[in-house]
């Protein structure tokens, strides 16, 4: 089930934890292996107006776990949560070194984790120079506390500027950054239809089920 990922956006916050276990348990006694989340997830369901819910749910499930993590792979993402209650999308935390080290930090705490197997940035930051933000991912896959680096909710265009600033800073190859896109049109209905691209090997996971807050593609395709 390695091309498989099991989302656990509303774990922690609509769906109570008693559940969100046992669909965690049963994904991993089936032979599934990616779990995705964000550090985002769920603002828009939580009376805080913030997000982490779903990432200290996983946490506190691979606490009283020992020896899953080592079963599992780990994808979250950093970009989009809400600097105060009801501040998405026009301010969100976004994609600069200060705002990455920090999301990381937190990240890594909640999940009660020393690395994270993917790191998404979730949404294109144009606020930030992709020269910063390809940096600091960089940085953070030298130490070891990120593996594989995911760009969701990019345009095509950016993403292979992304890979061409990182490949010029020295900071990752093509290798390394596994990254994807994921479009959105609207028709006269107003539906979102996404269309999803991944990079070679890529596990992904696909959905036509328009989100609250932006989804995303690739390695498993993120949301």
């Keep these: 089930m390695t091309n498989l990922a099991l989302g656990a956006m509303e774990y922690g916050s609509r769906i109570d934890e008693q559940t969100s276990f046992r669909l965690l348990d049963a994904y991993v006694d089936a032979g599934g292996e ?5 550090n985002c997830y769920a603002f828009w369901q939580h009376p805080s107006g913030h997000g982490g819910q779903s990432e200290e749910l996983l946490g506190r499930w691979l606490a009283q776990r020992p020896g899953v993590r080592d079963r599992v792979k780990l994808a979250t993402k ?5 600097l105060w209650p009801g501040s998405y999308p026009e301010h969100a935390e976004g994609l600069s070194a200060k705002a990455i080290d920090a999301a990381l930090e937190t990240s890594l705490r909640r999940l009660c984790v020393d690395h994270i197997d993917l790191y998404w940035a979730h949404r294109d930051d144009r606020a930030t120079p992709l020269e910063e933000t ?3 991912f960089g940085k953070h896959a030298a130490a070891g506390t ?3 680096i995911g760009l969701s909710n990019y345009a095509l265009w950016r993403v292979e500027r992304f890979h061409g600033v990182a490949a010029g800073l020295g900071v990752m190859g093509r290798p390394r950054c ?3 896109t994921r479009t959105y049109s609207r028709g006269p209905s107003s539906a979102t239809t996404p269309t999803t691209t991944a990079s070679a090997g890529s596990p992904t996971r696909s959905s036509t089920t328009p989100r609250p807050i932006p989804s995303s593609s690739s390695s498993p ?3």
């Design 34 to 38: 990616w779990i995705d989340t964000a």
């Design 78 to 82: 950093v970009g989009c949560e809400p």
């Design 134 to 136: 390809a940096t600091t």
């Design 146 to 148: 990120i593996g594989r």
């Design 178 to 180: 596994n990254c994807g």
């Design 221 to 223: 395709t993120a949301h």
